[in-house]
Nanobody, 124 residues
């Protein structure tokens, strides 16, 4: 069982940056594929980025490619999402997700463990 807790959300002006963190409990975090999703009001939860257990493979949604960077520190049981050049359309609740299955996936159904979410608001 893995518990995930996100932090780092907030209000930022367009063009600004934020760094989200997701702290995981449990001894098996280092073997989990981890991902970030987001959900804007009235919209479905959508994939943002994912990272393999070793950090050696990452994958991004087209909408954030070149602006967001996912990383992980297995010694600290933490995964990060560095968000640069933020746009108002990035406004959403951001969720951390994890799963013991190997391989990158973009579907929410693929991930067994979820955090409670952290709000990111980008003002124009």
């Amino acid at each position: 069982q893995v518990q995930l807790v996100e932090s780092g959300g907030g209000l930022v002006q367009a063009g600004g940056s934020l760094k989200l963190s997701c702290a995981a409990s449990g001894r098996t975090f280092s073997t989990y594929t981890m991902a970030w999703f987001r959900q804007a009001p009235g919209k479905e939860r959508e994939f943002v980025a994912a990272i393999s257990w070793s950090g050696g493979y990452v994958y991004y949604a087209d909408s954030v490619k070149g602006r967001f960077t996912i990383s992980r520190d297995n010694a600290k049981n933490t995964v990060y999402l560095q968000m640069n050049s933020l746009k108002p359309e990035d406004t959403a609740v951001y969720y951390c997700a994890g799963d013991r299955s190997q391989g990158i996936a973009t579907a929410t159904s693929r991930y067994a463990y979820w955090g409670q979410g952290t709000q990111v608001t980008v003002a124009s």
